[in-house]
Each structure stands twice: as C-alpha cells, then as structure tokens.
C-alpha cells in the first residue's frame, strides 16, 4: 500500500494546537495504516470520524507539524523505542511536544500520544507560561523537579563541607545545620549579625580575612581564603577553606555570597609539622591516621557518585560530571596508598598504557581546576606511545604541574597552556634551553612538555624548584612538594625531568619516559623478592574495623595503628563492600565489633565467606552474656567479649597473622 499523501486526499487540514493536544491512541497494522484511533481527537486532527482506513499515522504526524519528517522512523513497527516530538515551527522551538510510545501485540501495533516536556537544554530557555495550560506536563514538570530536588538534598548531606549564603555585612541568609554541630556555635546569632561572625575568627586571621573579602569581591568570581575560627566556648580551633563567589545585582551591586566551608584542620596541622620537621618522619606521622580518614571520605563520595552515576541517564547534563567525580574520587583512593608507598620509597601499581591516552583523559581533570580563562591546548602525535607507568602517579604529576601553572597566571587567572606529546628515538637530543642542558637519548623515549605563558621563574630559583619544602608561593598555597614528587615520578620510572623558564615570558617543564618494549613487566616478575612491593600485606598488616556505631574514637583502632598497621574503620556493610570491590590490596583481618545484637554483621559473615573467603575474622560481642550460645562465633577465628582488654586482642591478633 502506498503511504498516504495529504495533498491529493480529502482529509481536512489539522486544528490542533500545541497546547490543546490530549492523549491519544491509534491502532496500527503491520504497514502503518490506521485501523482505529481515538474519536474524540478526529476534529483536531482532521481525519474523518468514521472509516480511518487508508490513512497513514507517519503522514498525518507530518502534516500535524512538518519538522517531525526527519524524526518519525518509515516503518513504526520495526522497534518498540519511546520517540520524543518537539512541537517547533522552524525558529520557535517550544518547551513542550509529543512523546510517541509503540507496543505490538497481535499483528497489530499500538501507538499512544501523549504530551511530554522537551528535553533539557530546550527547558533551560523556556517560560512558566508555556506549561501551564497542560496539566500532564505540569504534572510531570514537577515530578522532575520533587527528583532534582532531591537528588541534590542527598548529595549536600553527605558532602563533606559546610554550605552558606551571606550578606555584605556578613550576617548570613543561610548556614548548613551540620555547621553548628562542627562548630558548637548558635547559627542563630550569626544569621543576625555580621559581627558575630567575626568575632568567631581567629584574632589574629580577622584582618587578612577581611582584607582577602575586600580584594576578591571586586569582580564576579569564585575565590578561597583560609583561616582558623574558634569553637564555642574556647572548646578548640578549627582551620577552614572557604570558599565563595560574589553575586551581583544588574547594575553592578554586590548583594551577597553563595560558598561553602571545607573543614581542613587535620591537613593544615600536618603542613605546619611537616615543614618545621624532616620529611621522613611529619609523613609517617601524617599517614597513620589523616590518610585512612581521608580515605573514607573519598569512599562516600565515590560511592554516592557511583548511586548517582549509575541511576542518571547518560543524556543528563549531570552524566559526564557525575561520572568524573567517581572516577576521580577513586584516584584519591589510590593516592592515599601512594602516599604511604613513598613513605617506605616503594612504588605504585605498574602496567602498560599509551601515553597520549592518559594525557586526554586528565584534560578534563585540569580543565576543572583551571580558570575558565586559560586556554588549554594539546599537541599530540596521534600514535600509540606505549608506556610503562604507574598511571595515578602520572596523573598526580601533570596535576601539580597544572596547579604551578594555574598559579603562575596571577591574579587576572588568562593565558594558555600546552601540553605536548612527541616521540624521542635513540640518538636525538632532548630538554634544549633546559636547566638541564642537552641530553641525547641512549633509547626510544617519549616526551611531555607542559609550557604556560604566565610570569615565569627567576633564574636564581630554578635549580631549587625540584627540591623538597622548596617553594616561592605562601604558606596557605603551596607545601613544596608537588615539583619534588614530579621528579620523583619521573626518577621511578627510569625517566628525567628538566624546565626551562623566563621571567614574565612564561615556564615549560620537560618529561622524558622510556617508550615500551613489552619486557618490563617480566623483567619486574624476575626481581619481585627483591622488591619493597613484594607481598605488601606480609609488610605491613592491613584491617578494617566495623561497628554500627563510628570506630574511630574506639581504643582498639589507635592501638592498632601505634603498631604500625594500616587500619580502615566502617559503619555500615554498603561501604566496605565498596570498599574491597576497589582496593588494590585486600586487608588481613575483618574485625567486627557486635554492640547489642547488631543484625548487619550476620549479612557480613555470610558475605565475606562467600566472596573473600581468604580473609581472617575476629569478632568481639559486647552486651550479651558471654556463655550465651552465638552462632556468630562459629564463624571467626578470633572471638573477644568484654572482658578482653585491647591490649589482649591486640596481641591476639598479632599472634594470628604471624
């Protein structure tokens, strides 16, 4: 049957308008001809009321709006998939359509219409007035929203920062709840006054503050400050990044600040130790307990991000940002053990990657941490560099090069940054103009250069930049290492680092990293006895700890790390799960403390001896008598009640993994 054409029949011309439409069915058969269809819908339609037979949705749907021709499928019976139609007259696109949905059943194939809100990109220029007529859009409008809203009240609950809204007098319209239990501090009195608020401030931070507030404010931009505020009641001091942007009015008047406080009392403590003291020793103070909390921040925020992630379709605005802050949050994790690996001068997890592949996927990392202002500009070969490398570790290094960069265009935050990629073959010379001089390569080499046109380094300084501790920036800014790990990356992986740099002209760092011949990772089996990394968990036993109440104030837990061991606490089983499906390395021991019938731990036997059946349990029950008979038991190789003391335990376990 031919497809029927409106020109040469007698059906009428449509009256439907947009916003008048209701939904509707039709019946189909196999070649898209009407067979039935809604009555009540003929009129504005304009097929007749009886005898649809002949007339074809596919045309009927152009003639309704002829934009739809490219979007309508020929044959509607080939798949089953929901179709979206824009109502859009050419130069008017509006913000709500027709969303077409087909079922086929019986030889016949049913086609409801029903109207449906646009996508979002098209929402974001559209007016109230345009859903307001239509009762089914309305109704669907604020189901998106009762989602959204949602969404993000469960993302602010479990982001690890404190979020506000102040006025120039700097009294507040808002302020996080969370902020009053951090702070012991009546949100009320600061809600009043401004004054209040700064009252709180460390004396003697009060005036770089305001005097940071003042310089920051003059332009529409988000800034961070650092200070230290007091707690209630002399209780304590707490280190705090805020961080804000200005809002303006229309006609240029500053009217208030949207930001958030980031709690960074530990890591300001350990700068402050770190560089009064050795490298070696501030570190491993660092990591025995900062690094593991850090760790399971870092495993919410996966977590959420992963939920999120997962439940978001990929057409979202939120997809790809979602999916970067899991990704990255899983490169924290990662480089919490590398902290620890450069501790005991070990290194990370090696395998083969291509280079240009790695530098791609961290552009949209730098593009984040860098200013909107600063052009980013890569210049790659297009072929595979295969490398050998520890990929955290190389996107931590073009990470801290990135931030020295970001921090060399100074305060109007333009310029431009390049990052090359070329290949290097034995015999030619590298790193020319550098501080290190010319260098000709014994081997195939590949070669990184990140080059900023922002204010350079003075002559004098750089051949210090690479050294621990050195650094030209203050003391909020900059601890001095991120240049030191850089050559430190480069060194472990039988690489060089060089720079080359002129006052006010701009800075280029040079990365030189042997190409792969596919022998490195057997050559790496051959000496793992030798090797710090060999059997990792032999060297430094690795826990975690559970109770459905927080463990970390727990005896046992600062115990165990007095012992040097690495030691993670949890209280709920979702998170260690997490957890083990990331970990690189599998802990020891499963300790689970059981406070009065804690239901969740027999889910977590069963789950650990079904999935990770190589590691060891110990248990402890407390508020139960010990003679009473507990099935747990049966299950762990370590069983404790209350009147086992952590130093027993302690010893016990020490006994148990020797």
């Known amino acids: 049957m031919d497809i029927f054409s409106f020109e040469n029949s007698d059906i009428a011309e449509p009256q439907i308008k947009p916003l008048q439409f209701e939904s509707c069915q039709f019946v189909l058969d196999r070649s898209g001809t009407i067979l039935a269809y809604d009555a009540r819908m003929s009129d504005k339609l304009g097929i007749p009321p009886t005898d649809p037979h002949g007339y074809t949705l596919r045309a009927l749907l152009v003639e309704l709006n002829p934009n739809w021709e490219t979007q309508l499928p020929q044959d509607f019976w080939l798949d089953e998939d929901s179709i979206f139609l824009l109502w859009d007259d050419g130069d008017n696109p509006m913000s709500v359509g027709l969303r077409l949905n087909r079922l086929r059943f019986d030889h016949k194939l049913f086609v409801t219409l029903s109207p449906d809100l646009a996508p979002e990109n098209v929402l974001q220029d559209a007016s109230i007035s345009d859903y307001l007529p239509q009762r089914e859009v309305v109704a669907q409008l604020f189901m998106r929203l009762q989602s959204s809203e949602s969404r993000l009240n469960n993302y602010i609950r479990n982001f690890p920062g404190y979020f506000f809204c102040q006025r120039p007098d700097l009294s507040f319209t808002s302020i996080d709840p969370k902020f009053e239990k951090l702070t012991g501090l009546p ?30 404010s003059r332009r529409a931009r988000t800034f961070s400050v650092s200070y230290r505020m007091r707690k209630a009641n002399h209780a304590g001091i707490l280190y705090l990044l805020d961080v804000r942007t200005p809002l303006y009015s229309s006609t240029g008047l500053l009217f208030g600040y949207e930001g958030v406080w980031l709690d960074i009392s530990r890591q300001a403590i350990a700068e402050n130790r770190l560089t009064s003291t050795s490298w070696k020793e501030n570190l491993a103070t660092i990591t025995g307990g900062l690094v593991h909390d850090f760790s399971n921040i870092m495993a919410g925020i996966h977590s959420l991000s992963e939920l999120y992630h997962e439940n978001l ?27 620890i690996d450069l501790n005991r001068d070990n290194a990370g997890h090696r395998d083969y990657h291509n280079l240009e592949n790695l530098i791609r996927d961290q552009i949209d990392l730098l ?99 690479f050294a621990p501790f050195f650094t030209t920036k203050e003391a909020s800014k900059g601890s001095g290492f991120g240049l030191y790990n850089a050559r430190l990356f480069a060194e472990n992986h039988r690489g060089r680092i060089s720079v080359r740099s002129q006052l006010g002209t701009g800075t280029a760092f040079h990365i030189l990293l042997p190409l792969a011949d596919f022998t490195e990772m057997e050559s790496e089996a051959s000496n793992l006895e030798n090797d710090p990394l060999f059997n990792y968990n032999k060297i430094r036993p690795s826990f975690i700890i559970y109770a459905s109440r927080d463990p970390s104030g727990f005896e046992l837990l600062s115990l165990m790390r007095q012992h040097e061991w690495e030691v993670i606490s949890f209280d709920n089983l979702g998170k260690i799960k997490a957890y083990l499906k990331e970990t690189e390395f599998l802990p020891h021991l499963l300790f689970a403390i059981d406070i009065g019938h804690d239901t969740e731990i027999e889910s977590m036997l069963d789950f650990m001896s079904q999935d990770y059946p190589g590691v060891k349990i110990g248990l402890q029950i407390l508020g139960r008598n010990p003679d009473e008979h507990n099935d747990l038991s049966e299950r762990a190789e370590l069983i404790f009640n209350e009147s086992d003391t952590s130093m027993d335990i302690i010893r016990q376990i020490q006994e148990l993994i020797n």
């Open 367 to 465: 593009r984040i941490i860098l200013p909107r202002s600063i052009e980013i500009e890569t210049l790659l070969t297009g072929e595979e560099l295969a490398v050998y490398v520890d990929d955290t570790a190389f996107r931590q290094m073009l990470l801290n090069l990135a931030i020295n960069a970001r921090d060399a265009f100074g305060e109007d935050g333009s310029g431009k940054l390049t990052l090359t990629a070329k290949r290097r073959n034995a015999g030619e010379t590298a790193f020319k103009e550098t501080v290190a001089g010319d260098y000709q390569t014994d081997k195939d080499m590949a070669e990184i250069i990140l080059e900023d046109n922002g204010c350079g380094i003075a002559e004098a300084h750089l051949n210090k930049i």
């Open 313 to 339: 379709d990929p057409s979202h605005s939120m997809f790809k940002g979602m999916e970067q802050i899991k990704k990255n949050s899983m490169q924290a994790q990662k480089l919490v053990r590398r902290i």
């Open 187 to 216: 949100l009320k009195n600061l809600l009043k006054n401004g004054g209040a608020f700064l009252e709180c401030i460390y004396e003697k931070d009060r005036n770089f503050f305001l005097s940071e507030i003042d310089r920051n």
